[in-house]
């Protein structure tokens, strides 16, 4: 008989064990050792069968062994320590508040809108690296003391849960997950503790109705909506069953609850709160690009605002990354399907955000085919700033998005880079976490700060350490292993094997992410028998741990994963290499702490940034990755090894083979020599070198901390500054902004530079020598303070195309004939062929950058 709900009754805690509620919702624990180790004492056993969830171990434990631990001297004060610690860490000054103490400017809030959210495995509220990536900033966020709003949505089944048939096929199913049995509260109206319910009109009279339920990750809250409540009928209910689940009018639906309805359920917290509204709105991906719409409504209906005014006063907070280096990862909607949700309020309004108008929707989200409805180019179009997630991926960003800023090289569209970082608290193993606090102190280890000290580490102690993080990684394994045969279909007779799998003294390579095609999972088997030598070679072995999860729909991982599985299973090899199932959190961590080298053989350059090689980097672990991604900057020759690649080779399987063969001969020749090559006490002395560059070149360069630094000086407080600009003195500076932007989009098809004329040069010129030049430029009834007139200069090509540019603004000296008058006098940068031109582009001090409008004019050819 199976039950029809479930529901999760928690324990009542005596007095004297009040603080353990709190300690079990603030997800605070996910990252701090000693708090975890609290709950581990309540039961042991039973803390490693509940996957180390406090709120789960609340609920099991017997009320005779709570009266027993409230008796116990030592484990209150190891209670009463933690909650202090607790508390303290909530209320003291943290880097934002000391910066606003020092006078810098900062944005009085933030709200972070993600799809996922990557905290603890005990909410699996995440896929992968997008999810991953938001938890670590919400914590960054939160050890720095930013006043952050994480925002998203609560998945009732979460992502899948892997597991393998008999033949290797991947195999999805998914767990119901109860939010009373989470690390959750419930948002509710003070006044009479019922849910508050954020509502969104849906076509044919139906709203769309979700609770909030409050993840406390440290000082940051995470609003997570559900629509799984009884207000709703079935299929309103089901809006939030799944993460990446459904057809597109199932995410449609979800899209729309997570931007407008994240918008509402922020609007409700800080109210209830007494908080200030946010000033900055980040986006992370184009997910919950609906928000920006829904801002616009706020402040038509409110402020009485015109759409381009309050476009305007939306832009200027907003910030909008990308993740994505491949068109085919973008949000994509039928453009009728907008429709469909967002009309029906007669004369073209929008049903939905009444006010709006539904073309102004759609031209939101347009791209060449008007078919479609974009949500990155919408995300593009409603923030004032965007970023990639690398240096390189901002480069592939601007390329791949160069078509909304027409007229612009690639270099110079608008979008700029943040490299990701990774949570050092979270993801670096214990002892690396006790031996930094006692290098640099437990606060500057809070901030991840100092984590290069460890370079002062004895290279003995640091070998032992590594040692022991690889044999805690092999017994994982093989646990792990046996689980997952008996999962298949083994009998527990035939599995003696699974005891010694994976040698604790043998060269370890993890390989663990999703499985899209272009992360090239089995570019390891290109050559079977190579890879076999290599396992199976008596003096220098290798052993390889592979994990991950394809889209329940991509039959094509799915093929991937099984090819990998069945070489796995050979039992030539088994106990050198093991695929295994069920990627995540918990996984994870054994493979960062353990693994000796982190492989990542990607197709250049479709990873954005790749963030797992940050994680074993700061356990001590070497990459070996095609420079892609954070690789691609950070790799420095000596804190790894970088794959080459065969760029420029169009045919995909003779790259596939060039590359995999640059891999294996880096094993061979250079990697295991290095790993088994062993001084007179048995320690790798050029190996545990490498390791130590690692820890000081990479430490402070992959941490979160330095990545939420790095958005919130040079992202979220120059978008605070602009918003409080745009909506001071009611509105003026948004008002004023509107206004410059339809004064010159109306002109702009008259602006043009009739003509241009140089001197000064000698007729056999030098680097360095001056170049005059004169532009007579008609403004179609602009000023002159309206743009900026740029001479360009750059090495040319044969098709007189310029590279290497640099851009020097001209000077206004008058008018002629009708025209404006710029001159310029600037020496020529380049040697070689030197090409140059003259260029108008709006300039305002509201804009964030003259590139910004994407409108451009130059000479006619």
Same mark, same amino acid.
């Given at each position: 008989?199976?039950?029809?709900?479930?529901?999760?009754?928690?324990?009542?805690?005596?007095?004297?064990?009040?603080?353990?509620?709190?300690?079990?919702? %603030?997800? *605070?624990?996910?990252?701090?050792?000693?708090?975890?180790?609290?709950?581990?004492?309540?039961?042991?056993?039973?803390?490693?069968?509940?996957?180390?969830?406090?709120?789960?171990?609340?609920?099991?434990?017997?009320?005779?062994?709570?009266?027993?631990?409230?008796?116990?001297?030592?484990?209150?004060?190891?209670?009463?320590?933690?909650?202090?610690?607790?508390?303290?860490?909530?209320?003291?000054?943290?880097?934002?508040?000391?910066?606003?103490?020092?006078?810098?400017?900062?944005?009085?809030? $933030?709200?972070?809108?993600?799809?996922?959210?990557?905290?603890?495995?005990?909410?699996?509220?995440?896929?992968?690296?997008?999810? $991953?990536?938001?938890?670590?900033?919400?914590?960054?966020?939160?050890?720095?003391?930013?006043?952050?709003?994480?925002?998203?949505?609560?998945?009732?089944?979460?992502?899948?849960?892997?597991?393998?048939?008999?033949?290797?096929?991947?195999?999805?199913?998914?767990?119901?997950?109860?939010?009373?049995?989470?690390?959750?509260?419930?948002?509710?109206?003070?006044?009479?503790?019922?849910? @508050?319910?954020?509502?969104?009109?849906?076509?044919?009279?139906?709203?769309?109705?979700?609770?909030?339920?409050?993840?406390?990750?440290?000082?940051?809250?995470?609003?997570?909506?559900?629509?799984?409540?009884?207000? %709703?009928?079935?299929?309103? /209910?089901?809006?939030?069953?799944?993460?990446?689940?459904?057809?597109?009018?199932?995410?449609?639906?979800?899209?729309?609850?997570?931007?407008?309805?994240? @918008?509402?359920? @922020?609007?409700?917290?800080?109210?209830?709160?007494?908080?200030?509204?946010?000033?900055?709105?980040?986006?992370?991906?184009?997910?919950?690009?609906?928000?920006?719409?829904?801002?616009?409504?706020?402040?038509?209906?409110?402020?009485?605002?015109?759409?381009?005014?309050?476009?305007?006063?939306?832009?200027?907070?907003?910030?909008?990354?990308?993740?994505?280096?491949?068109?085919?990862? $973008?949000?994509?909607?039928?453009?009728?399907?907008? *429709?469909?949700?967002?009309?029906?309020?007669?004369?073209?309004?929008?049903?939905?955000?009444?006010?709006?108008?539904?073309?102004?929707?759609?031209?939101?989200?347009?791209?060449?085919?008007?078919?479609?409805?974009?949500?990155?180019?919408?995300?593009?179009?409603?923030?004032?700033?965007?970023?990639?997630?690398?240096?390189?991926?901002?480069?592939?960003?601007?390329?791949?998005?160069?078509?909304?800023?027409?007229?612009?090289?690639?270099?110079?569209?608008?979008?700029?880079?943040?490299?990701?970082?990774?949570?050092?608290?979270?993801?670096?193993?214990?002892?690396?976490?006790?031996?930094?606090?006692?290098?640099?102190?437990?606060?500057?280890?809070?901030?991840?700060?100092?984590?290069?000290?460890?370079?002062?580490?004895?290279?003995?102690?640091?070998?032992?350490?590594?040692?022991?993080?690889?044999?805690?990684?092999?017994?994982?394994?093989?646990?792990?292993?046996?689980?997952?045969?008996?999962?298949?279909?083994?009998?527990?007779?035939?599995?003696?094997?699974?005891? %010694?799998?994976?040698?604790?003294?043998?060269?370890?390579?993890?390989?663990?992410?999703?499985?899209?095609?272009?992360?090239?999972?089995?570019?390891?088997?290109?050559?079977?028998?190579?890879?076999?030598?290599?396992?199976?070679?008596?003096? /220098?072995?290798?052993?390889?741990?592979?994990?991950?999860?394809?889209?329940?729909?991509?039959?094509?991982?799915?093929?991937?994963?099984?090819?990998?599985?069945?070489?796995?299973?050979?039992?030539?090899?088994?106990?050198?290499?093991?695929?295994?199932?069920?990627?995540?959190?918990?996984?994870?961590?054994?493979?960062?702490?353990?693994?000796?080298?982190?492989?990542?053989?990607?197709?250049?350059?479709?990873?954005?940034?790749?963030?797992?090689?940050?994680?074993?980097?700061?356990?001590?672990?070497?990459?070996?990755?095609?420079?892609?991604?954070?690789?691609?900057?950070?790799?420095?020759?000596?804190?790894?090894?970088?794959?080459?690649?065969?760029?420029?080779?169009?045919?995909?399987?003779?790259?596939?083979?060039?590359?995999?063969?640059?891999?294996?001969?880096?094993?061979?020749?250079?990697?295991? !020599?290095?790993?088994?090559?062993?001084?007179?006490?048995?320690?790798?002395?050029?190996?545990?070198?490498?390791?130590?560059?690692?820890?000081?070149?990479?430490?402070?360069?992959?941490?979160?901390?330095?990545?939420?630094?790095?958005?919130?000086?040079?992202?979220?407080? !120059?978008?605070?500054?602009?918003?409080?600009?745009?909506?001071?003195?009611?509105?003026?500076?948004?008002?004023?902004?509107?206004?410059?932007?339809?004064?010159?989009?109306?002109?702009?098809?008259?602006?043009?530079?009739?003509?241009?004329?140089?001197?000064?040069?000698?007729?056999?010129?030098?680097?360095?020598?001056?170049?005059?030049?004169?532009?007579?430029?008609?403004?179609?009834?602009?000023?002159?303070?309206?743009?900026?007139?740029?001479?360009?200069?750059?090495?040319?090509?044969?098709?007189?195309?310029?590279?290497?540019?640099?851009?020097?603004?001209?000077?206004?000296?008058?008018?002629?004939?009708?025209?404006? @008058?710029?001159?310029?006098?600037?020496?020529?940068?380049?040697?070689?062929?030197?090409?140059?031109?003259?260029?108008?582009?709006?300039?305002?001090?509201?804009?964030?950058?003259?590139?910004?409008?994407?409108?451009?004019?130059?000479?006619?050819?």
């Amino acid at each position: 008989m199976k039950a029809l709900r479930r529901f999760t009754v928690r324990a009542h805690l005596p007095a004297r064990l009040a603080a353990l509620g709190p300690l079990s919702t %603030n997800l *605070r624990w996910s990252w701090h050792p000693p708090t975890q180790d609290l709950f581990a004492e309540i039961d042991p056993k039973r803390w490693v069968e509940v996957g180390h969830d406090p709120v789960r171990i609340l609920g099991d434990v017997g009320a005779g062994r709570l009266d027993s631990l409230a008796r116990d001297e030592g484990f209150l004060a190891r209670l009463d320590a933690a909650a202090a610690d607790l508390d303290d860490y909530l209320a003291r000054p943290h880097w934002y508040q000391k910066q606003a103490q020092a006078g810098t400017s900062l944005p009085g809030g $933030i709200a972070y809108f993600s799809m996922e959210f990557g905290v603890t495995e005990v909410l699996p509220n995440y896929s992968g690296g997008l999810g $991953i990536l938001a938890g670590d900033h919400l914590k960054a966020a939160s050890d720095l003391g930013l006043p952050l709003i994480g925002v998203g949505l609560l998945y009732r089944s979460g992502y899948f849960r892997q597991s393998l048939t008999a033949d290797g096929w991947q195999s999805e199913h998914y767990p119901a997950l109860d939010p009373q049995g989470l690390p959750l509260r419930l948002f509710t109206d003070g006044a009479d503790s019922t849910p @508050v319910l954020i509502h969104v009109a849906m076509p044919g009279n139906r709203v769309l109705r979700a609770r909030v339920w409050i993840a406390q990750v440290g000082r940051i809250p995470l609003l997570l909506l559900d629509s799984d409540i009884a207000e %709703n009928d079935p299929e309103m /209910r089901g809006v939030t069953d799944r993460l990446y689940g459904g057809d597109q009018d199932h995410r449609i639906k979800q899209e729309i609850l997570a931007g407008i309805g994240g @918008v509402r359920a @922020v609007r409700a917290y800080t109210h209830s709160q007494g908080l200030p509204d946010p000033d900055v709105f980040h986006m992370n991906e184009g997910h919950a690009g609906f928000l920006g719409v829904e801002r616009i409504r706020e402040f038509i209906s409110g402020a009485g605002l015109d759409f381009d005014t309050a476009l305007a006063a939306v832009r200027s907070g907003t910030v909008f990354t990308t993740h994505t280096p491949v068109p085919a990862g $973008i949000d994509r909607f039928p453009a009728d399907l907008v *429709r469909h949700y967002f009309g029906g309020g007669g004369e073209g309004d929008s049903g939905l955000l009444p006010g709006i108008s539904l073309d102004r929707i759609i031209a939101l989200g347009r791209e060449a085919d008007p078919s479609v409805f974009n949500m990155a180019h919408m995300g593009l179009r409603l923030a004032q700033r965007a970023n990639g997630v690398s240096k390189l991926h901002g480069e592939v960003s601007r390329d791949m998005f160069a078509a909304l800023w027409p007229g612009f090289d690639a270099a110079e569209v608008p979008i700029g880079s943040i490299t990701n970082g990774v949570h050092a608290p979270t993801w670096a193993a214990k002892e690396w976490l006790q031996k930094a606090r006692e290098l640099v102190g437990p606060e500057l280890v809070e901030e991840a700060k100092g984590w290069e000290r460890l370079y002062d580490i004895d290279a003995a102690e640091l070998w032992e350490m590594r040692n022991l993080l690889r044999r805690k990684l092999t017994d994982e394994v093989s646990r792990r292993v046996h689980a997952s045969w008996l999962e298949r279909g083994a009998s527990e007779a035939e599995l003696g094997w699974t005891a %010694n799998i994976f040698d604790p003294n043998v060269l370890t390579i993890g390989f663990a992410r999703r499985v899209p095609t272009y992360k090239r999972l089995t570019l390891m088997l290109r050559e079977p028998e190579r890879l076999r030598a290599l396992l199976l070679d008596p003096e /220098r072995p290798l052993q390889l741990v592979v994990a991950g999860k394809s889209h329940p729909a991509d039959d094509g991982g799915k093929a991937l994963i099984q090819q990998v599985v069945r070489f796995a299973d050979d039992a030539g090899v088994r106990h050198r290499i093991a695929f295994l199932p069920d990627y995540d959190m918990s996984m994870a961590r054994f493979l960062y702490w353990g693994c000796d080298v982190w492989l990542n053989n990607p197709l250049r350059p479709l990873e954005a940034c790749g963030t797992s090689g940050m994680k074993s980097a700061l356990n001590g672990g070497l990459n070996l990755s095609i420079r892609d991604g954070w690789w691609d900057e950070m790799y420095d020759g000596e804190n790894g090894w970088a794959i080459p690649t065969a760029d420029g080779v169009l045919d995909e399987t003779r790259r596939d083979d060039l590359e995999a063969s640059a891999l294996y001969d880096l094993l061979e020749k250079s990697v295991l !020599p290095r790993f088994y090559d062993r001084d007179s006490a048995g320690i790798p002395t050029r190996w545990v070198e490498m390791v130590r560059h690692t820890l000081q070149s990479l430490g402070p360069q992959v941490l979160a901390s330095r990545m939420v630094r790095d958005y919130a000086v040079e992202y979220y407080t !120059p978008a605070a500054a602009a918003s409080r600009k745009a909506v001071a003195d009611n509105f003026a500076g948004a008002r004023e902004l509107a206004a410059y932007r339809s004064r010159v989009e109306s002109a702009w098809p008259q602006v043009r530079v009739d003509q241009v004329d140089s001197a000064g040069l000698p007729d056999t010129p030098v680097i360095g020598a001056n170049l005059s030049l004169r532009a007579n430029v008609q403004l179609g009834g602009l000023a002159p303070t309206d743009v900026v007139v740029q001479a360009v200069l750059g090495r040319v090509s044969s098709a007189d195309d310029l590279s290497e540019v640099t851009a020097v603004p001209m000077n206004h000296v008058g008018s002629d004939g009708g025209g404006e @008058v710029f001159e310029v006098e600037t020496p020529v940068p380049l040697s070689g062929a030197v090409g140059y031109t003259v260029r108008v582009l709006p300039h305002s001090a509201l804009l964030a950058g003259d590139a910004e409008l994407g409108l451009v004019a130059a000479p006619s050819l």
